[in-house]
């Protein structure tokens, strides 16, 4: 599906380099949404196709939570539901906003919410990067940014993240001082490491003051770190996302949100739509979820716990495993091509499906975690390939 650009959206982007002819190229971008995979190549094809469940298997490769939302949120989705003849019954996109708003200490007028948060991360690269306006990123991080901008033509530099560690901010400002956007993916998927709140301000401090700081908040809730939320104030050149698709089990109900200033809002909606695509089962799930502190501590603990012991048996084992996950994922070396071991895993007798490697660590995958019985069967897999 091709998206029609309105003349703001047009006009800014010749303003910013592009040609005529390249302006249908990015509205094909826009407009493919979820599905932009289709026109980023056969890498992101790949990437796409290797996170898709396989049926019968232990499903740990896709960052996926081993269960659904919470009840409170199954039930809000039923209702909404039995509401699905009305485009928004009852103001549940004002609802879910307000309690947004509420539960992060930002204004209601800050908060925009997404049909997921795939589309907005492609919305914000088109927006900022231009081809003379690039893109810095981590190495390893979430590379849907990367397809994005090199579809667009615009500049790609990536600093490579120590392991165990956050994002360099550092290495990344020098990396391109005068970028169009700087990533950070906080935990950062795939290492689920941090990047302490202290580094994201410098590099708020000291980037361009025309380019914008995206941060990636996907993973937050599996940690106890601070949200960047906070930076914003009144600053406009800071976009904070979230998802619902990992704690809180909505993968498939597709929510997201941005934190922003309104102005920032409306730059991001020139490429690309948000609360026209929202379903009411979603907002209103969304909304029912986010309130449920207790039981985010509880599933919080409850991953960590799988979490660590599964590490622990690794390492007792001789595996590497890289330090420093705060997230539902640990990388680990195999000190061999990690595919191996991936192929290795499916076809081992519980039929394990763990994640891929990134091009910067041949040699390791990064592993979901998932229920207490889905890592038991993983470390019953290893058991039987490891050095196999």
């Known amino acids: 599906m091709t998206m029609m650009l309105d003349k703001d959206a047009r006009d800014d982007l010749i303003e910013r380099g592009y040609s005529r002819r390249q302006l249908a190229e990015v509205a094909a971008l826009l407009g493919a949404g979820v599905a932009a995979s289709t026109l980023l190549g056969n890498a992101a094809m790949a990437q796409q196709q290797a996170g898709r469940g396989i049926k019968g298997a232990v499903r740990i490769g896709a960052n996926e939570c081993w269960t659904g939302p919470f009840p409170s949120g199954v039930a809000a989705a039923a209702e909404a539901a039995s509401f699905g003849n009305w485009y928004d019954p009852d103001n549940y996109r004002g609802d879910l906003v307000k309690t947004v708003a509420t539960v992060e200490g930002i204004p209601e007028s800050h908060v925009m919410p997404w049909p997921g948060s795939g589309g907005p991360l492609v919305s914000i690269v088109a927006a900022y990067c231009s081809p003379t306006k690039g893109l810095v990123t981590a ?6 940014a990367w397809r994005t901008a090199d579809y667009m033509k615009a500049p790609i530099a990536k600093a490579p993240q120590a392991i165990g560690k956050g994002h360099d901010v550092k290495a990344m400002l020098a990396a391109n001082p005068n970028a169009g956007l700087y990533y950070i993916c906080t935990p950062n998927n795939p290492t689920g490491t941090i990047t302490p709140l202290a580094d994201i301000q410098w590099l708020l401090d000291n980037k361009p003051a025309d380019s914008m700081l995206l941060v990636d908040e996907a993973y937050l809730h599996f940690s106890e770190s601070p949200s960047a939320a906070t930076l914003i104030g009144t600053r406009k050149d800071i976009i904070v996302m979230r998802t619902f698709s990992k704690l809180f089990g909505m993968a498939g109900v597709r929510l997201g949100l941005t934190f922003a200033d309104p102005e920032v809002q409306k730059r991001i909606m020139l490429f690309g739509p948000a609360a026209g695509g929202l379903a009411i089962t979603a907002m209103h799930c969304g909304n029912a979820v986010y309130t449920e502190a207790a039981l985010i501590k509880a599933r919080r603990n409850e991953m960590i716990a799988n979490r660590e012991e599964t590490i622990a048996w690794l390492t007792k084992k001789g595996i590497e495993v890289h330090p420093g996950s705060q997230a539902n994922m640990f990388m680990v070396n195999w000190k061999k091509p990690a595919k191996e071991m991936q192929a290795a895993l499916l076809a081992a007798p519980e039929k394990v499906q763990i994640g891929r490697s990134w091009a910067i660590w041949p040699t390791v995958s ?13 470390r019953a897999a290893v058991d039987k390939v490891y050095n196999a």
């Not at 190495?139 to 849907?144: A, N």
Request: no cysteine.
């Open 366 to 378: 990064r592993v979901t975690v998932g229920s207490a019985d889905d890592m038991a069967k993983f």
């Open 139 to 144: 190495d390893p991080t979430f590379e849907s």
